[in-house]
């Protein structure tokens, strides 16, 4: 049984895992934090989740690599769409713990840490997923 | 000196092979002994987590306890097979993905509890041995069963 068997068999569990973390981190920094954590604060690990969720909907042997017809479209731009909600939701974890870091009255710096750390833990979770299933 | 070897040898293996099935029977239900013994002492540091100290929070993990098994129970037959194979089921792949955030879930909760202040060292401690304890005997159960139960009688 070589390495990517095992992978293929433990790797949806791995994923849950680390998808678990996340969410946990950030349950930590809710609940030890002083100030209440507005909304706004939410959404990133809100639209990580999404975009881990939307880039497992496809099947990959749907993909189609070919240079000479139009493919489909409608998947790619999926994906595309997928990666930018991924994307968004990352940079907009720094610019909260950024904000979290300069302004006084705003939640703990453990409050903006513990976010990045939820949308890069729940977007690897969706990247282990995708390369552990085989289909 | 070297054919008397060879002798004992032999002798052993016949003595083995004819083993009584009513022995191997006893043997099996030695591991059911270990396994109660396992999670028994899974409840136990469990319980003594919250009784010692009075303080009745780290029972939340109890939830996490009945969350863990259930995706298996619900989505996954009893085989060993589908759990420990390469599957191109969807329905597996959800039910490995929720088993790993529900054993997260048993460690996270006691890490919160001790990061907010709610319980202490001792009380972090005991619930990550029965957190330990509680996989273990999983693990044993899923071995035990491995074994075909027909061969022992």
């Known amino acids: 049984m070589d390495l990517l068997e095992l992978w293929a068999i433990f790797g949806p569990g791995v994923a ?5 973390a996340g969410w946990w981190i950030w349950l930590d920094a809710v609940v030890c934090s002083l100030v209440t954590v507005p909304f706004l604060h939410y959404l990133p690990g809100i639209f990580a989740s999404f975009a881990a969720l939307m880039f497992n909907c496809v099947r990959k042997e749907d993909i189609d690599y070919s240079p000479y017809d139009e493919g489909e479209w409608r998947l790619k731009l999926w994906l595309f769409i997928a990666y930018v909600v991924s994307f968004v939701s990352l940079a907009g974890s720094a610019g909260l713990l950024i904000q979290d870091s300069l302004d006084k009255s705003a939640p703990s710096v453990w409050t903006g840490v513990a976010g990045v750390l939820q949308c890069v833990f729940v977007l690897i979770s969706g990247l282990v997923y995708w ?3 085989p289909e | 000196m070297l054919s008397w070897q060879k002798k004992f040898a032999a002798y052993l293996e016949l003595e083995m092979a004819e083993l009584p099935g009513y022995f191997r029977y006893c043997l099996n239900t030695g591991k059911l002994v270990l396994l109660g013994i396992l999670v028994s002492g899974g409840v ?3 319980i003594l987590a919250c009784a010692l100290y009075n ?4 029972m939340l993990t109890a939830i996490t306890y009945v969350l863990l098994p259930m995706p298996l129970l619900f989505l996954v037959g009893s085989g060993r097979s589908s759990l420990f194979s390469e599957s191109d089921s969807s329905w597996v792949n959800a039910t490995k993905f ?4 529900s054993a997260v879930g048993s460690i996270a909760i006691p890490a919160i509890l001790k990061h907010s202040g709610v319980i202490g060292w001792g009380a972090f401690a005991m619930e990550l041995s029965s957190f330990f304890v509680f996989v273990f005997a999983i693990l044993c159960y899923i071995r035990i069963n491995d074994e075909d139960d027909y061969s022992s009688l």
């Open chain 2, 98 to 101: 929720l088993t790993g955030a």
């Open chain 2, 44 to 46: 136990v540091l469990q």
């Open chain 2, 55 to 58: 303080n009745w929070w780290p």
């Open chain 1, 16 to 20: 849950g895992a680390v998808f678990g």
């Open chain 1, 131 to 133: 390369t552990s299933h």
